[in-house]
């Protein structure tokens, strides 16, 4: 069997033995300090060293994948990494980009960019992420180290982008003070020169002492996002294009059980953690502390290959399991994400989780709403 674990009612392998997503860490340091952030490291001003970013490559071209690469410059905050820095990190990669088998991608903050790294970005053909949560006391939860509001910076960030010819997407975390301004945030989003689309996280629940979004509520937002996009609003927004793409394979009888991603994520130093970043740092000796090797001393391949010995990604699999035979949004979602239900309830086999009910049950629920009579909330 060509996977980690077995999807009992189709058997089909439940994790994929091949990544096609590699999130790296350039630094663990961010420089804000955003109220619902979850990164245990995010002030240890820490690097990762060329010779990680040299196996990082190594262990993409020995996959030697028929199917490219997304490589991630995660955080921390990547753009804190000095750009002579960052350059070197990336030079292990650059035949492989050349030849078409890894493409960069990097999620920032924004405050940070300036022409040196536009012309870092535009030579590397990076696709650009931007998180933002809305303009003004919308953004409010997204403040520096000494407490200070963060839109102005960013949205010059944003703006230098824009005056470089390089487009980017949004990221934006709803949050329970925004949770009831979407038509605020759509219209945001819209004007942004250069934003090409924007992707809406509710909050989640992951290790910061915040109060969850009531189900409801999630409803609520996702009916007039939905409502946004019938009515004829031209912005992209992630969350709607997934669940129309998903109808029309559907429709055309297309759709394929395709395993999860097993997203190896890799630390300053090379450690690796498997199916959710948000794992990276955290400390559960329950668990092996989520490490499931070191790129330095192996190739991330052979770490898949031995992954069903880990304990987290065996009940991972049991909790993909329960959703394909219980959940009738499974077709969907293929089981969310693996981090909620650790940070939501200590483990990984619960069936479902709040993640599961606000961000695609609500948005599923919301769009039956506007299109047939069984729509509302549950």
């Not at 350039?26 to 619902?36: G, H, I």
């Not at 903050?109 to 012309?119: A, E, K, P, S």
């Not at 998903?246 to 055309?252: D, E």
């Not at 690796?272 to 000796?285: M, N, Q, T």
């Amino acid at each position: 069997m060509n996977g980690i674990g077995l999807i009992s009612v189709n058997r089909q392998p439940a994790i994929a033995s091949r990544f096609h997503t590699l999130v790296v860490q350039p630094t663990s340091f961010c420089n804000l300090d955003c109220t619902y952030c979850y990164l245990p490291d995010r002030r240890s001003l820490r690097l990762m060293s060329d010779v990680v970013a040299q196996a990082c490559a190594e262990s993409i071209a020995q996959q030697n994948s028929s199917h490219p690469v997304s490589v991630v410059w995660h955080g921390g905050e990547p753009t804190a990494t000095p750009t002579e820095t960052f350059q070197r990190l990336l030079t292990p990669f650059e035949d492989l980009r050349r030849d078409g088998r890894v493409r960069h991608e990097i999620q920032a903050n924004g405050t940070l960019i300036n022409q040196r790294w536009c012309d870092l970005l535009a030579t590397h053909d990076f696709e650009i992420g931007i998180s933002i949560d809305g303009p003004g006391t919308l953004n409010g939860n997204r403040l520096d180290r000494g407490g200070r509001a963060t839109t102005a910076r960013t949205m010059r960030g944003i703006q230098t982008l824009a005056d470089n010819g390089l487009t980017y997407s949004v990221i934006c975390v709803v949050t329970p003070e925004t949770i009831d301004h979407p038509d605020d945030l759509v219209e945001f989003f819209a004007g942004l020169p250069g934003c090409e689309s924007v992707g809406f996280n509710i909050e989640e629940q992951e290790g910061a002492d915040r109060l969850p979004v009531s189900e409801e509520a999630a409803y609520r937002f996702w009916h007039q996002i939905v409502r946004y996009r019938l009515a004829g609003g031209l912005l992209r927004i992630r969350d709607v294009d997934r669940l129309a793409d998903y109808l029309a394979t559907t429709r055309a009888g297309l759709v394929d059980q395709v395993p999860y991603e097993p997203i190896p994520t890799v630390s300053h130093d090379g450690q690796v953690v498997l199916l959710s970043p948000e794992l990276l740092g955290i400390k559960d000796p329950r668990y092996a502390d989520f490490i499931a090797g070191n790129v330095l001393h192996e190739p991330i391949g052979d770490m898949l290959a031995d992954a069903r010995e880990l304990r987290y990604v065996t009940e991972f699999v049991t909790a993909l399991n329960e959703c394909a035979d219980r959940c009738g949004f499974y077709d969907f979602c293929r089981g969310a994400q693996a981090g909620n239900r650790y940070f939501e309830h200590g483990t990984f086999t619960p069936r479902e989780t709040a993640y599961c009910r606000t961000t695609r049950q609500a948005l599923i629920r919301a769009a039956a709403n506007h299109l047939t009579p069984q729509g509302g909330p549950s």
